[in-house]
């Protein structure tokens, strides 16, 4: 899978246009998932996997992978499927990825190809699949449903971040002055959401949820109809990326087009790798961008901007 990594100019050019390419690729059986390339380091033919005492049941052992050692997460596992058989593993490909500052490989019978897609094609999973699904988007590819799993589900079951703030920012939270506006906290993870929510509550702030960039841009037009500003409202939004519908970056575009919304704080906060981000945060005119999850880091960083305002 030489080439899976297209360049930094490359990928840029799609900021703010609200596209993304899809890797797609199959566990066991014939359903075919997707994973944004961004979040690729590089495809390969399964390694030599060592065994890793006392790891998670998933984790199906470690590799070295250019100088790094790596653990081997099998996929089809982690969402519940049978394991991938180990007589099928030479024939198996390990997709290795950077998500919340890890990295990371996946487990998965075949790697089929890249789609370069819209994300309004992407849209949420249908409301009847439940609560625990481990999907966070669906769109269909030459009448194929492709399934795009909520890896961010995968690895807080596999590997949980922590989500408790240190003793000193609980007590710089309650002592200082609280904001009386919320934050508009925009993520299409429903773990990511919870994660983010309690850690603003933590400090005493109140906080919106939206989904995806399209409800939040329509909430941003609604609360400002009046002729308000959007800060007039909202103490600042924080949104991920990646998100079905429309992604944070085409969300910010938005956001910075129209003279209501325009002056509002944004912080892009995403599990993508940093290694793009501050030539995409750039262009498309957010504040800040924070790599996903720290919540003492996430926690500082809004108190300072409050402060600050």
Known sequence: MAGVLDSVNQRTQMVG???????????RGQQVYGINVFKVREVLPCPRLSSLPNSGR???????????????????????????????????????TEYNRKTQGFLVSGVERIMNMNWEDIVPPPKGAGKDVYLTAVTRIEEKL?????????????????????????????E????????????DSSVARKQIERCLNAIGMEVIIKNDGRQALEY???????GSKAEDHLAMMISDVEMPEMDGYTLVTRVRENPSLRDLYVMLHTSLSG?????MVKKVGANDFM??????ELAERVMEILDQA
């Open 146 to 174: 492709v399934e795009i799993i909520d890896v961010e589900k995968v690895l807080s079951e596999v590997s949980p971040l922590g989500e408790d703030l240190n003793e000193e920012l609980l007590t710089r939270g309650s």
């Open 176 to 187: 200082r002055e609280q904001s009386s506006l919320p934050v508009l906290v925009v993520d």
């Open 58 to 96: 998933v984790v199906r052992g470690v590799s070295h992978v250019r100088g790094e050692t790596i653990p081997i997460i099998d996929l089809s596992m982690a969402i519940g499927l049978l394991p991938i058989p180990q007589e099928n593993l030479a024939t198996s490909f390990v997709i290795i």
């Open 17 to 27: 246009q609200n596209r993304l390419e899809l890797l797609m690729f199959r566990l």
């Open 220 to 226: 941003l037009e609604e609360l400002t109809q009046d």
């Open 291 to 296: 790599a996903k999850f720290s919540a003492d």
């Open 275 to 279: 290694v793009f981000n501050q030539a």
